[in-house]
Structures are given as C-alpha cells and as structure tokens.
C-alpha cells in the first residue's frame, strides 16, 4: 500500500467499497400536487449482489405527505414508473407489471392511501401515456401486436429474424376511461409514434414521430405535430435535427420544444417556441453558450428553462412576449436534473444532485433551496474527497474544462496515480455534481488513493453549438489531443505521476481509451475500453445509427475516403501500442457492435506487443444494467488500473474474480 493509500485509510469515517457503489438509490421522477402540499416519488433500489437473482432494479413509490412524513405506498420488489396525478388530484396513476399482468399496464392509487388496482391493460404494453387536465381521459403509445402464434412457433424451431423488415410501429391510443366504453380507441397515424402529449384544454395530442422504429430516425427524423382524436393533423412544427422533450402551457395556448440548431448539431439543447397557428419555431436563446436540458410553464408568459453552463447548471426565467429572463438559481449550488412543477405558492419542484450525493428532491422558493429527500444517508459517515473544476488551455489555445475529483487527504505537490475517464458522445459533459458510477468509481478510487479527472473535450456540450461542433469531421484528432493536454496540465500543477496515469471510458470514451492505447501510447500506463470503436470501417457497417454518424460526427461516409477513415482507428496502430489494455463490452450491444472490441482484441493480441484481456457480459448491451455485470465492471476496472499504476507490474492481473468467495 502507498502512502497516499495508507492516509487515505486512516482519514475515512468509513470504508466505502464497490458493492456499496453499484447499490446505491437515487430518485428518478416525482410530482407535487398544485398546491404544493404532496409530493410523490420514484426511488431506485438496486437489487443486492451475491444476494438477490439476476434482474433490473427495483422502482418504488413514496410520498411526501403536508407534515412532511415519507410514506411508503409500493415498495418492494416492484418496477413502479411514469406517476402522474389524476386531473383531480385524488389518485396517482402509474406504470407497472406485476405477477399477473402480461406486460406493462396502467394502474392507480389513492393518493392519501389504499390499495392500488388496475386501470387500463391493453393488449401490448403501455409505454408512455398522458392524462388529461379536465377529465379522466388517457392517451397512452404502444406497439403494433406481434405475428400471430409467434411463441408457438419459436418452441418449434422457426426463430429466424429477417433483418431490419420485421418492424412494429408505435402506435397511439385514446381511452375516456368512461363506464361504457372499455376498450381504447386507436388513433390513425401513418408514422411510428415515439411519444403523445394532451393538450390542456383540447381533445388534441401532441405527437413525436418518426418514419420506422430504427433508433437512427428516432434521433435525425422525428417531427413534432398536433392530431385531433380522429388521427386529423391540426398543426406540424417546422424543426430540424434532433428533437428532445416538448411542454404546453397550462391552457394549451403555449408550446415549448427542446430541439436542435439545424441538422448538424449533435445534441437537443435549443430551446425552440412554437408558433401554433402555422408550427413555425423561433429560438428563445440564439447563441445560448450551454445547451438547454429541460424547461416548465409557470403560467402562459413565464417559462422556466434549465441550463447547463459548462459543468455547472442555471435556471433561468424566461418571458415569452417581452424576451427578458432573469436568473433564478446561480451555477454552483447544486446540479439540477429535471424540472417537475410549479406550484401555487410559487415553490418550484425539482430533481438535482451535488458531488455530495445522487440525485434528490428539492424545492426551490424566493429565500431558499431545500433538500426533502435523502436516499442514502449512510453518505454521511463517508469521507467525501474533494472535487472541482478544473481549467486549462489545449496546444492551440482553445479552453478546455473538467472535473477533477482528488484522492483522500491530498496534500498540494503530492504525485498521484490519475485516472482519466473519458466522457461518450461525444456530445455530452461532466458536471460538477455526482459522479460516481460504476464505471467511474470515484470515490473508492479516491479512498485507494487515486485522482480521476473528467476532460470535456471539443465536442462536448455545456458550452453551446459552436463548440459541440468542433470535434465534427475529425475523428480521433484534436479532441483527443485535448485529452493529452489535460494529462499535461495534470502533470504540470504537480498533480499527475507522468508515469502513472491511465485512460478510461465508454461508447466514444472507449474510442479515446482505444486511441490512447494504440496511437498515443507514450502518454499512457494503462487502459481500459468499454462498448468502444477500434475500426470505423466495420462500425459504420455495424451500427444502428449511421445517420447520425454521417451528419453530427464524421460529416461524411467511410467510401469517401476509405484510407482516412482506417488511420483514424485504433486498429491501425496496433503495432506501436504498448499500453496494456482491458476490453469491455455488452454481448447485445447494438450502438457499438462487440465485434469492435474483438477486433481490437485480436490485431494486438497477435502483435503479442502489450498486455490486453477481453471480458465480455452477456445480456448486456451499450452500458451494463444489472448489478452482478456493474460490480465485476468496477472491479475489474479498479484491479487493471492498481496493477499498473500503483503496483506498476509486469504481466497481466489474475483474470479470475473472487466472486464466489462472497455468495
């Protein structure tokens, strides 16, 4: 044990391990009454390793009660998502499957108590839904029925898959909920739907569709407009690229869209305001330097509207008719998630988290922020170690920032092991908020002594389109030459052991841990891939989303120039690589196919030039879900990065894990 390692040990009120990491509970959605009085709740539970069967986690349902008691309403070993309050407010409707439902279906419970029932199952499963203002209408989206007698025929042997042709569409449904009618009534769209919002005050929906099913027009295709019941389209909105949540007003008079800039900008981050009479859209925020993640009416002038503002967050509110805003909460407090609610005290409902803990309720009123949920109170009795924004400047002087989380008991001057987790996107960033995960344990990683810095290189969002641009049509060049540079202003402030510093990270992440293997090895003691690219070749041909990767990453097609595309892979330099490497990666991975980590896999295990191990988790896909794969991931991790950096071994690591010796 180093000496980092030691202090660290002797200043923790607790030991916090990987379990504990990949256990913990967050809160994923909630709702308050308009008076403000009730609040209900999501929590996820994961399930306990060694312990529990493999499975999702759970998703349990609580409430905020006026006295402010947290009421247990379904808990357990239950998958409780989408709550939503009635129009009247009695009952809080909510998705689930439990043992006798086919899939998932709509169900509700009195909000101040009583058993929960069935609302409405339909004959697939109900994926989203929206619940009208005024009367106890739904409208849900489903899918398109499967051929007939499938299953049976399966249990025969016919379980041939024609590719890309068998597609089911989304479909959406319309059901009053009156006595009389029991069955929902179908609304004709000739699209695949993805989501439906009601508008206050109309029997009209919103709809987001898109051509087919495939995730590539899901993200580059899809257009908002508005239907009556009959399946008529009332209204079309004129967008382009990317489009994220929408939100009406409270009379419907009002639409608010988060989209994109054109159809190059990589990430929804605009804030668009629909003209309802002709669809026109107008940006609220021209050359917003962020990236808008979520919006809520106060009431039809006022719009509050969540901003991320390099790895910090803003809300701001905005009016419509005059364009003035003012600031309501300052970066630096806390990382806000999610907007839920305005109520009419004025008190604003939201999600957020801090580098201090997952995400939690908060209420924001005129004097204060408020905690009201605590979902892992044994933090407490955790030595937090210390995290900050870090900036610096890349060789060509563009600025760059990150976020740098210091091992326990840091003292200024002191070199320490680094590990550098790359960011996926690339269009996405690091907040300054929580960060640890299981792919990025940070704050085990500073209890063994280790520094982890987040880079948001060019191409990251947080800092508006122009910016998130930079990357495009540059494969593997300056952006991750930003992440070298970070690596050397680590060194320079006296932070970083030159000689002990390593590269993670997933998706794009991965891609940069491949290249810092391969094509910038000098800079690096160790790695570790997970769902990354070693071939753009073969992952244009692999993918599920070659639209995207033609429009918002590489602006062009590998046939354009064939040869560029191959130099800008890790698999191309290969030969040169002596970084020893761990390849991670989901069996059922479609964004990233696994044969990207295997061919890696291959081309340097038969140069025989470095170290390199492939692990690979079945039932995964682009990112482990399920706790057993998230903790053996976070071991894994950890054990590659102490046997080069701390240990600075020859060889490669045991492969085995002692997994059994814990059941």
Same mark, same amino acid.
């Given at each position: 044990? *180093?000496?980092?390692?030691?202090?660290?040990?002797?200043?923790?009120?607790?030991?916090?391990?990987?379990?504990?990491?990949?256990?913990?509970?967050?809160?994923?959605?909630?709702?308050?009454?308009?008076?403000?009085?009730? /609040?209900?709740?999501?929590?996820?539970?994961?399930?306990?390793?060694?312990?529990?069967?493999?499975? +999702?986690?759970?998703?349990? =349902?609580?409430?905020?009660?006026? !006295?402010?008691?947290?009421?247990?309403?379904? *808990?357990?070993?239950?998958?409780?998502?989408?709550?939503?309050?009635?129009?009247?407010?009695?009952?809080?409707?909510?998705?689930?499957?439990?043992?006798? !439902? %086919?899939?998932? /279906?709509?169900?509700?419970?009195?909000?101040?108590?009583?058993?929960?029932?069935?609302?409405?199952?339909?004959?697939?499963?109900?994926?989203?839904?929206?619940?009208?203002?005024?009367?106890?209408?739904?409208?849900?989206? *489903?899918?398109?029925?499967?051929?007939? %007698?499938?299953?049976?025929?399966?249990?025969?042997?016919?379980?041939?898959?024609?590719?890309? $042709?068998?597609?089911?569409?989304?479909?959406?449904?319309?059901?009053?909920?009156?006595?009389?009618?029991?069955?929902?009534?179908?609304?004709?769209? !000739?699209?695949?739907?993805?989501?439906?919002?009601?508008?206050?005050?109309?029997?009209?929906?919103?709809?987001?569709?898109?051509?087919?099913?495939?995730?590539?027009?899901?993200?580059?295709?899809?257009?908002?407009?508005?239907?009556?019941?009959?399946?008529?389209?009332?209204?079309?909105?004129?967008?382009?690229?990317?489009?994220?949540?929408?939100?009406?007003?409270?009379?419907?008079?009002?639409?608010?869209?988060?989209?994109?800039?054109?159809?190059?900008?990589?990430?929804?981050?605009?804030?668009?305001?629909?003209?309802?009479?002709?669809?026109?859209?107008?940006?609220?925020?021209?050359?917003?330097?962020?990236?808008?993640?979520?919006?809520?009416?106060?009431?039809?002038?006022?719009?509050?509207?969540?901003?991320?503002?390099?790895?910090?967050?803003?809300?701001?509110?905005?009016?419509?008719?005059?364009?003035?805003?003012?600031?309501?909460?300052? +970066?630096?407090?806390?990382?806000?998630?999610?907007?839920?609610?305005?109520?009419?005290?004025?008190?604003? *409902?939201?999600?957020?988290?801090?580098?201090?803990?997952?995400?939690?309720?908060?209420?924001? #009123?005129?004097?204060?922020?408020?905690?009201?949920?605590?979902?892992?109170?044994?933090?407490?009795?955790?030595?937090? +170690?210390?995290?900050?924004?870090?900036?610096?400047?890349?060789? !060509?002087?563009?600025?760059?920032?990150?976020?740098?989380?210091?091992?326990?008991?840091?003292?200024?001057?002191?070199?320490? +092991?680094? @590990?550098?987790?790359?960011?996926?996107?690339? $269009?996405?960033?690091?907040?300054?908020?929580?960060?640890?995960?299981?792919?990025?344990? #940070?704050?085990?990683?500073?209890?063994?002594?280790?520094?982890?810095?987040?880079?948001?290189?060019?191409?990251?969002?947080?800092?508006?389109?122009?910016?998130?641009?930079?990357?495009?049509?540059?494969?593997?060049?300056?952006?991750?030459?930003?992440?070298?540079?970070?690596?050397?202003?680590?060194?320079?402030?006296?932070?970083?052991?030159?000689?002990?510093?390593?590269?993670?990270?997933?998706?794009?992440?991965?891609?940069?841990?491949?290249?810092?293997? /391969?094509?910038?090895?000098?800079?690096?003691?160790?790695?570790?891939?997970?769902?990354?690219?070693?071939?753009?070749?073969?992952?244009?041909? /692999?993918?599920?989303?070659?639209?995207?990767?033609?429009?918002?990453?590489?602006?062009?097609?590998?046939?354009?120039?064939?040869?560029?595309?191959?130099?800008?892979?890790?698999?191309?330099?290969?030969?040169?690589?002596?970084?020893? @490497?761990?390849?991670?990666?989901?069996?059922?991975?479609?964004?990233?196919?696994?044969?990207?980590?295997?061919?890696?896999?291959?081309? =340097?295990?038969?140069?025989?030039?470095?170290?390199?191990? =492939?692990?690979?988790?079945?039932?995964?896909?682009?990112?482990?879900?399920?706790?057993?794969?998230?903790?053996?991931?976070?071991?894994?991790?950890?054990?590659?990065?102490?046997?080069?950096?701390?240990?600075?071994?020859?060889?490669?690591?045991?492969?085995?894990?002692?997994?059994?010796?814990?059941?």
């Amino acid at each position: 044990m *180093t000496a980092t390692m030691a202090q660290a040990k002797d200043i923790s009120l607790q030991d916090i391990s990987l379990q504990d990491i990949v256990q913990l509970q967050r809160v994923t959605s909630a709702i308050t009454t308009n008076d403000g009085a009730y /609040t209900a709740y999501t929590r996820v539970r994961p399930r306990t390793a060694y312990e529990d069967d493999d499975g +999702p986690a759970y998703s349990e =349902l609580f409430v905020i009660t006026p !006295d402010g008691e947290h009421v247990p309403f379904i *808990t357990g070993d239950v998958r409780v998502s989408q709550i939503r309050f009635s129009y009247d407010e009695k009952f809080i409707h909510f998705v689930t499957n439990r043992d006798d !439902d %086919k899939h998932n /279906t709509l169900y509700r419970i009195p909000l101040r108590g009583g058993e929960s029932w069935r609302l409405y199952a339909h004959d697939t499963p109900v994926n989203s839904y929206s619940l009208s203002d005024t009367q106890p209408t739904i409208v849900f989206t *489903t899918r398109e029925a499967g051929p007939e %007698k499938q299953q049976e025929l399966a249990r025969k042997g016919f379980r041939a898959r024609v590719f890309e $042709e068998e597609m089911r569409l989304g479909q959406v449904f319309v059901h009053p909920m009156a006595e009389d009618e029991d069955e929902a009534r179908h609304i004709p769209v !000739d699209a695949h739907v993805l989501s439906a919002t009601m508008r206050p005050g109309h029997e009209q929906v919103l709809l987001r569709t898109a051509p087919t099913p495939f995730v590539d027009d899901d993200l580059m295709l899809s257009q908002y407009a508005i239907y009556d019941f009959s399946g008529s389209q009332v209204v079309a909105l004129d967008t382009e690229g990317k489009l994220g949540a929408a939100r009406f007003s409270a009379d419907g008079s009002q639409l608010a869209v988060l989209g994109a800039e054109d159809q190059h900008d990589p990430a929804v981050g605009r804030i668009l305001l629909a003209n309802l009479r002709n669809g026109s859209t107008r940006d609220l925020l021209p050359g917003y330097l962020g990236h808008v993640r979520d919006m809520l009416w106060q009431d039809n002038q006022h719009l509050i509207i969540l901003g991320e503002v390099g790895t910090e967050t803003e809300l701001l509110r905005y009016n419509v008719r005059s364009n003035e805003y003012t600031t309501l909460l300052e +970066p630096g407090q806390v990382i806000v998630q999610n907007l839920i609610s305005f109520d009419t005290n004025g008190h604003l *409902t939201l999600l957020a988290h801090s580098p201090a803990h997952p995400t939690e309720v908060y209420r924001l #009123t005129s004097r204060s922020l408020e905690r009201l949920t605590d979902s892992n109170p044994w933090l407490a009795d955790v030595e937090q +170690p210390r995290q900050e924004t870090i900036r610096h400047t890349a060789r !060509d002087g563009v600025e760059l920032e990150g976020v740098l989380v210091y091992p326990l008991g840091y003292q200024e001057g002191q070199r320490v +092991p680094v @590990i550098i987790d790359v960011h996926g996107g690339p $269009e996405a960033h690091v907040r300054n908020g929580w960060n640890d995960r299981y792919s990025s344990p #940070t704050w085990y990683s500073a209890a063994q002594g280790f520094a982890t810095f987040f880079p948001n290189y060019r191409g990251s969002t947080g800092r508006g389109v122009e910016f998130s641009k930079l990357g495009q049509n540059d494969y593997a060049g300056k952006e991750f030459d930003d992440i070298v540079d970070a690596k050397e202003h680590l060194v320079d402030i006296g932070l970083a052991d030159p000689e002990r510093v390593g590269i993670t990270g997933g998706s794009y992440g991965g891609y940069a841990s491949a290249w810092g293997a /391969t094509k910038q090895t000098e800079h690096f003691a160790a790695a570790v891939m997970f769902v990354g690219i070693s071939n753009n070749l073969s992952k244009f041909g /692999t993918t599920d989303i070659p639209n995207e990767m033609n429009l918002v990453h590489a602006r062009s097609y590998p046939w354009d120039k064939w040869q560029w595309y191959l130099e800008r892979s890790p698999i191309y330099w290969a030969e040169q690589a002596r970084t020893p @490497i761990l390849i991670m990666h989901g069996e059922e991975d479609t964004r990233v196919h696994p044969s990207q980590s295997m061919e890696l896999y291959r081309y =340097l295990k038969v140069h025989g030039n470095v170290p390199v191990r =492939l692990v690979l988790y079945p039932g995964e896909g682009h990112g482990n879900t399920r706790v057993g794969s998230q903790l053996d991931y976070a071991m894994r991790l950890m054990r590659w990065m102490n046997f080069y950096l701390v240990e600075q071994n020859e060889g490669i690591p045991d492969h085995e894990l002692p997994h059994a010796d814990a059941l």
